[in-house]
């Protein structure tokens, strides 16, 4: 029952519940390492061992007032067969004393052991708390001290009673010792159990997963809930648009709080959405009507009478309910529970929230969770790292194996999205949010830490370290994505000690370390690159891409990784076998045994990318990339890594080259030199397979095309696959920087950014001139490519020409050869700009006008005779009446010529880079022509006065006695002085209380003021400095002519001369009448000075 109220009022207990049985309740795994019955109630007792005593106690109590009741019914009984009952008193003395030499003597000399014991342990703060709670001595020894000053006191009362009731007691006794000595004999059994290694490993596994990881789980899924409540659908958010419902939101402005007071810090243990969401439903459909009556103008004049204020809603105001359990520190009020803005709540809606939610003092413990245990887990290699003991080193490796494996195995289940999933990867909610797998792997880290640091003196440790991860990877049966990451990652770290360990002991003159160290690094290479055949044995390759895929690129990121890792400890030496291993990889990896056939000459695959691997056949790259051959799954995993690792091999190149201090290195211009041409730098004197490499200037080129990726954004592209690696070099071993200060360093974040790297690699290879290859050519013209990606080319290769003048000192090869390259880098680049420019204009030459987005052209530029929500702008507001079916007549056309428009922008199957608001700028012309035109037909209307002033003022007081005969007046001021004085009246009172100046929205963009009851429009023509005083009645009507339903405008592409480059017409027809012989007096100021 209780669970379905829990349910029905849709609470954060009942989805966390929800969570965990679906989850670690169906994982066979866990259930099998559940704790027996005993063991069960022995760790419940043990953690409220005070409760539980006490309970017991008042058990006791109850059982000998039972007796007492029941004394007339059992005394026949007792008799019966126990004549000699008497006997049982005197047994008190020998209880008492021992159960208090068990709890005296015993207990303390049995924990003193284990502490003595556990004393040099790493583990020792982890392990003893364990042994408390599993071994139950503490409810014990309580439960021991209790009967004791049972026994007691049953003797003070013994006094007082006969022998028969006294019997009651001793009774009680009896069994209250029987109790005590089995929880002794359990404390014994605990003990030995835990003195043994493997069954205490064991023991640690099993409480970790059910006392620590259940507990924790839920405490994170409770609050991961919490802030997540509206994305995960259990907090409603019915209308954004009317109130905005988010969770956890830090912000300045002024919210008001609704708190629950306390003094101690508190939690959230519970929160009822049902009732929290039929608030929210309440407050929106509230809001709703509020603003529709705060439009009606009957109400806003109820509003500002006494009684009907709680009509009133701010119609600018942003409605805001943020559920934000948090506690404030500031006068250390209270948890603030729900912030809220923009809207009142009632009185009942506060209680109903505060009584929605569940509060608790705040007594979860930290120390008592997954991450705190580690030390139990690993303490064992601790020790014998500090003892340097291999032996036992290797033990602790496989314990701790056993041990990762079982608990993550407890800890898997499937996800919403029927995937594979892990609880270890379950975040915190703090702002650096980390799981357990990272804390667990950080532990790990420390390990390989200390292993390195033995390194001169016993090389095992770190033998044994570099292999840990690999065993965690192949024996874990359901491993997730990010877990495989997380461990091949580690196994990387190694790398980065053994740098970080060389950079101080480099200085040694012991020649043993430098031996020492050569036979490591040897041992991680082999290590490493025995990864490939762990992520996915070569059988079943082609098997699970989806899965396999992500891993393959993890290592592939790493292996790049080694090098650059290497330099930035200035380790060239190391550095060297990082290239090799880059430049080896695709020959570790290879699933063939001749080659990919002919794929690689019959395909474009130059665009075959490992992300193109997990798209359909029917994506237009893919058919793009087949050029009407058939598709072959493994030629296309060779070919995708094939480019993904040599495109790796020519941006770390790059990324060297930009190092900065070189200082002429001869070994980083080798490996540079290496990377491009795939040459070993530590040959073993096999024949390898072909592998692509760098071997003129072209290919550099057609490399970085593919490294822009041009035609694909985005996270899931090839290009940003790319500037996550580049981004992932700049944080490698990054020293620490003073928060706040600017830094500069060899960071690059994308291919762009490389640019001058590529150019001085692409000099170095002009040796003579060269020509882009046919092949790129094809792929840049096919359907892969977009124009405006063809003009992201050539704007890339004229700034190529532009940064090869800013090489001053080159590193690849000598000042004079690169001085005597340049000018076939020159002329080769401009020849390839060239042909793309010359096919460009070809194709856009041959191509048809987009009649359609002329269409949208013209449909846009007619929005600019109507005005938001459909009314008219200036001057058209002004005619008493305005149509739109007039006849397009050649009396009536009115023209707005564009000149120097590109073809490019408006041909049909051409994508060029159009403005984003190329429709608004066409709409805002038109406008501003329609209202030139209107206002020049006001300015040849006949003028029936003319005046002239000396000054504004004079100006405006005489248009004020003017208008008196003039009905609806209207004035259009085309004068600077009397715009200037007339705009000062906002911000001076004075001036605008002087001539009854006021300001009224709702007008328009050249409305200046109202000057009394004449409307003040400004005139914005540079050869008018008078002013126009009429009245509205002047302006009869405006019709504009129609081309189609809802279309006014015609738009036409006029060809030139270069048939690229055109003239874009703007076509519309309007017939404008004014009405004759009204006043329209001509005002002009005209100052002495200027006569």
């Known amino acids: ?116 014991l556990f004393q040099n ?55 209250w010792l029987t109790f005590n000595v089995l929880l002794t004999s359990w404390f014994f059994t605990a003990t030995f159990l835990m003195l043994d290694e493997t069954k205490r490993d064991r023991i640690v596994v099993r409480f970790t997963i059910h006392e620590l990881c259940e507990t924790d789980i839920r405490h994170r899924i409770h609050e991961l809930l919490l802030q997540n409540s509206v994305r995960n659908n259990v907090l409603a958010n019915p209308d954004e648009g009317v109130l905005k419902v988010s969770t956890y939101k830090f912000s300045d402005d002024k919210y008001n709080e609704i708190m629950v007071p306390s003094p101690d810090p508190i939690r959230v243990t519970n929160v009822y959405f049902s009732i929290i969401n039929a608030i929210i439903h309440y407050q929106v459909k509230k809001l709703k009507v509020l603003r529709w009556l705060n439009r009606q103008s009957l109400v806003k004049r109820l509003v500002s009478k006494k009684g009907f204020s709680w009509l009133h809603l701010d119609l600018n105001a942003e409605p805001e309910f943020v559920l934000q359990p948090i506690w404030t520190n500031e006068n250390e009020t209270g ?40 030390l139990g887990l690993v303490g064992s290699a601790n020790d014998s790292i500090r003892e340097k003991n291999i032996g036992e080193f290797k033990y602790a490796l496989d314990n701790i194996v056993k041990w990762h494996i079982e608990i993550a195995s407890a800890l898997s289940f499937i996800n919403d999205n029927k995937e594979d999933d892990n609880w270890l990867l379950l975040p915190t909610t703090n702002f650096f949010s980390r799981s357990y797998l990272d804390e667990i792997l950080t532990e790990y880290y420390q390990i390989a830490k200390s292993a390195v640091e033995l390194i001169p003196e016993n090389i095992e440790f770190f033998d044994e370290v570099i292999y840990l991860h690999k065993r965690l990877f192949s024996r874990r049966e359901k491993l997730v994505k990010r877990e495989g990451f997380l461990l091949i990652q580690g196994s990387y770290f190694t790398w980065s000690l053994l740098m970080e360990w060389r950079s101080y002991s480099s200085s040694s003159s012991d020649m043993r370390v430098a031996n020492k160290y050569e036979d490591v690094l040897f041992d991680f290479v082999g290590s490493w690159e025995s990864w490939l055949d762990y992520i996915e044995p070569r ?46 990889w695709c020959e570790k990896l290879s699933v063939r045994d001749y080659g990919h056939g002919l794929e ?111 035609p694909n954004y985005g996270s899931g592209s090839y290009g940003s696959w790319i500037s996550k690696v580049l981004e992932s070099f700049g944080r490698v071993n990054e020293k620490r920087r003073v928060s706040g200060r600017i830094y500069s360093g060899w960071g690059r974040n994308d291919a762009q950014s490389m640019n001058i790297a590529y150019v001085e690699i692409a000099v170095s290879f002009s040796n003579s001139q060269w020509q882009l290859g046919r092949k790129w050519f094809d792929i840049i013209f096919s359907d892969a490519f977009r124009y ?62 987009d009649e359609d987005l002329i269409t949208k ?96 003022e004079n100006n405006i007081f005489d248009i004020s006695n003017l208008t008196k005969d003039i009905t609806n007046p209207v004035l259009f001021s085309g004068s600077s002085e009397l715009n200037q004085l007339l705009r000062e009246a906002r911000y001076k009172p004075e001036i ?78 309007m017939k404008v009448d004014l009405v004759d012989e009204l006043p329209c007096i001509k005002t002009e100021i005209k100052s002495i000075d200027k006569e």
């Open 992 to 1069: 605008a209380n002087k001539f009854d100046i006021s300001f009224i929205d709702g007008f328009g963009n050249n409305y200046i003021c109202n000057l009394g009851d004449i409307i003040v429009y400004s005139l914005h023509f540079s050869d008018v400095n008078f002013s126009l005083l009429t009245t509205r009645d002047l302006f009869e009507s405006i019709v504009f002519g129609k081309v189609m339903d809802n279309q006014f405008v015609e738009v036409n592409y006029v060809p030139s001369q270069n048939e690229n480059v055109g003239e874009l017409s703007i076509n519309y027809w």
């Open 121 to 175: 342990k790493s583990a020792k703060k982890t392990l003893f708390p364990i042994y408390q709670l599993y071994s139950g001595f503490m409810f014990a020894g309580l439960s021991g001290l209790f009967l004791s000053i049972f026994i007691i006191v049953g003797y003070f009362l013994s006094a007082s009673m006969d022998q028969s009731t006294y019997l009651a007691i001793c009774i009680t006794t009896a069994l």
């Open 600 to 710: 690689e000459y019959r395909w474009h695959s130059e665009l075959v990318t490992h992300d193109m691997l997990l798209k359909s056949l029917d994506d237009k790259n893919w058919i793009v990339i087949l050029n009407g051959h058939q598709f072959n799954l493994k030629s296309a995993f060779n070919i995708a890594f094939e480019n993904a690792a040599f495109d790796l091999r020519v941006i770390t190149a790059c990324y060297m080259l930009l190092k900065p201090n070189l200082n002429d290195n001869e070994r980083i211009r080798q490996y540079i030199k290496a990377l491009l041409s795939n040459a070993a730098i530590h040959p073993t004197g096999a024949i390898g397979r072909r592998t692509k490499s760098i071997s003129n200037a072209s290919d550099v080129v057609g490399t970085y095309i593919r490294h822009r990726d041009y």
């Open 788 to 849: 405006q990606d063809q003009q992201s080319l050539v704007r890339d290769l004229q700034e190529w020409l532009r940064l090869v003048d800013e090489i001053k000192e080159p590193f690849l090869i000598s000042k004079e050869q690169f001085d005597s390259n340049l000018d076939n880098f020159k002329t080769s680049i401009q020849q390839v700009i060239d042909q793309l420019n010359q096919r460009q204009n070809q194709l856009v030459a041959e191509a048809d006008i």
């Open 857 to 952: 052209f013209g449909i846009a530029c007619s929005k600019a005779f109507m005005g938001e929500d459909a009314n008219f702008e200036f001057p058209i507001n002004l005619f008493k009446s305005v149509g739109f079916n007039g006849n397009p007549v050649e009396e009536t056309l009115y023209k707005l010529n564009i000149q120097g428009y590109h073809k490019e922008n408006i041909a049909k199957n051409i994508e060029a880079n159009r403005a984003v608001n190329e429709e608004s700028w066409l709409k805002e012309s038109t406008r501003n022509n329609v209202e030139v035109n209107i206002l020049r037909k006001l300015l040849q209307y006949k003028t029936s006065n003319s005046k002239v002033y000396t000054n504004a």
């Open 539 to 584: 059988r079943k390759r082609l098997d699970s891409l989806t899965e396999s895929l992500p891993l393959f690129l993890a290592h592939l990121e790493f292996t790049a990784h080694t090098a650059i890792t290497a330099l930035r400890y200035n380790n060239d030496e190391a550095a060297g076998w990082g290239v090799d291993m880059l430049n080896n």
């Open 1 to 116: 029952m209780f669970v379905s109220i829990e349910k029905l009022l849709n609470s954060l207990q009942h989805h966390v519940n929800k969570n965990i049985d679906e989850t670690l309740y169906q994982n066979k795994a866990f259930l099998s390492s559940k704790w027996n019955l005993l063991e069960h109630n022995i760790l419940r007792w043990s953690q409220r061992h005070s409760y539980y005593t006490f309970l017991t106690f008042v058990l006791a109590s109850l059982l000998v007032a039972n007796l007492l009741l029941w004394k007339e019914e059992l005394t026949p009984f007792a008799i019966e067969y126990f004549p000699n009952w008497r006997r049982l008193i005197d047994w008190q003395g020998g209880f008492l004393a021992g159960q208090l030499t068990i709890v005296g003597v015993v207990y303390p000399l049995v924990i003193g052991l284990i502490g003595v």
């Open 335 to 374: 948890l603030v529970i729900v912030r809220y803005s923009g809207f009142d709540l009632d009185w009942l809606s506060k209680l109903l929230i505060k009584l929605s939610f569940t509060i608790k003092k705040n007594k979860y413990n930290d120390e008592r969770s997954l991450t705190s245990m580690m």
